[in-house]
Each structure stands twice: as structure tokens, then as C-alpha cells.
């Protein structure tokens, strides 16, 4: 079992176990969510939106909102660019997506996608796909909050 789903299973300063009557734990792709037996009636991202590539954030929200019940509420939250804290952009792309360069404790150097939107570019993001939308920024994260708009 891969380690961060072992380190998911416990909850809180006391590592207690998290009650896996009420808990399930599965691997999916993101992008192609499965058809689950229910509706969720929340949910919470927390450091994936700057991962996805800004040609496919809709795409992702589509699929994402699918899974939820009328009336969920969804809440990203996620990374703002700080200067002198975060890792600097390395460069960036034709479709105006970001990078940084990552370096591993190997000494392994890697290229990873890692976007700063402002709070327009997440308000026209989910712009006819969410109501109720909520932005907030502090001074190293910024939050999302919505209720996704029902498929027409």
C-alpha cells in the first residue's frame, strides 16, 4: 500500500484511527472519476488545482461536479506565489501555464507544473459551471469555495 494512504488512515496529533465504516479509500484517475453508488454531499481539494494544466482545469471541474449531490459544497484551496518563500517559476509555456524546478533529496532535478492564478482567473474558471462562488486570499493560500451548477 503506498505510504500517503497508510498516513491517510489516521487522523489528528494522536494518529487514532479513522473509522472505516464511514471511510473508504480508493485509487482513481482524477481526470475519468468513476461512477460511485452515491452522491457526495462535499468536497475539499487541497494542492491539485495548480497541478492541473489550465487547458484542462474545466474539463477536470465537469468531471469533478459529477460526483456530487445537488447542493454540495466544494472548497479547493491551494498555494499563493509569495516572493522569497516560494519556490521561483522556472518558466513559462505557450498556454501560460507555470513551472518550477523541484529538486529531490537524490539531488534529482524535475520540471513540475505549478500555476498562480488571480482571483479573475478562478472566478472565470468556474464561471457558468458554479453559484455561491466564494474567493479568498491570504497571505500564502488562497481558498475557493462553490456550489457546483447542476448539468445541463
Known amino acids: 500500500m503506498p505510504r500517503r ?13 479513522i473509522d472505516t465504516r464511514k471511510t473508504t479509500f480508493c485509487l482513481a484517475d482524477a481526470y475519468a472519476l468513476p461512477d460511485f453508488t452515491h452522491r457526495f454531499t462535499s468536497g475539499l481539494s487541497v494542492f491539485w488545482w ?6 484542462r482545469l474545466r474539463g477536470f471541474l465537469r468531471g469533478f461536479h459529477r460526483i ?7 472548497v479547493f484551496i491551494e498555494n499563493c506565489f509569495v ?3 516560494s519556490t521561483p517559476i522556472s518558466r513559462t509555456d505557450e498556454h501560460g501555464d507555470t513551472y518550477q524546478l523541484r529538486r529531490l533529496d537524490n539531488g534529482s532535478t524535475h520540471e513540475v507544473l505549478k500555476n498562480f492564478p488571480s482571483e479573475s482567473e478562478l472566478r472565470a474558471t468556474v464561471e457558468g459551471l ?6 479568498e486570499f491570504l497571505e500564502y493560500y488562497w481558498i475557493l469555495s462553490y456550489v457546483p451548477k447542476a448539468a445541463a
Open 5 to 17: 494512504l497508510i498516513n491517510a488512515r489516521t487522523t489528528g496529533s494522536q494518529r487514532q484511527p
Open 130 to 135: 458554479a453559484s455561491d462562488v466564494q474567493v
Open 50 to 55: 495548480s497541478h492541473v494544466p489550465k487547458a
Open 83 to 85: 516572493a522569497g518563500s
Open 68 to 74: 456530487f449531490a445537488p447542493g454540495a459544497r466544494i
